[in-house]
Nanobody
Framework: QVPLVESGGGSVQAGDSLSLSCTAAERSFTDYGMGWFRQAPGKEREFVAG????????YYGDSVKGRFTISRVIATKTVNLQMNDLKPEDTAIYYC??????????????????WGQGTQVTVSS
């Protein structure tokens, strides 16, 4: 059973918007912090955004600040990533992640326990 399933990826033009969603298979997969990471070909996985358990705190990677917004709906076990003003350098596979236990950090991959299989986002100039 895949703990997290991403959706919403696709191909867009520079300047367009796209919204990604991540749905958990079980409520327990979303009991703590959640986040989004991305990985472009030939590059390391990069932190995009993170959100605390209640949604009170959010964090963003420098390259997406002001353009991306992370949110979550606890009742539906989902976390969303609204991406505006997309750029070609945003092209990557986007992964949803969640924590199995509470951790204070939300910005590095080793702070997450569950991962989705990823969804491709392609931005052309």
């Amino acid at each position: 059973q895949v703990p997290l399933v991403e959706s919403g990826g696709g191909s867009v033009q520079a300047g367009d918007s796209l919204s990604l969603s991540c749905t958990a298979a079980e409520r327990s997969f979303t009991d703590y912090g959640m986040g989004w990471f991305r990985q472009a070909p030939g590059k390391e996985r990069e932190f995009v955004a993170g959100i605390s358990r209640t949604g009170q705190f959010t964090y963003y990677g420098d390259s997406v600040k002001g353009r991306f917004t992370i949110s979550r709906v606890i009742a539906t076990k989902t976390v969303n990533l609204q991406m505006n003003d997309l750029k070609p350098e945003d092209t990557a596979i986007y992964y949803c992640a969640s924590q199995r236990v509470y951790r204070s950090g939300l910005t590095t991959s080793n702070e997450y326990d569950y991962w989705g299989q990823g969804t491709q986002v392609t931005v052309s100039s």
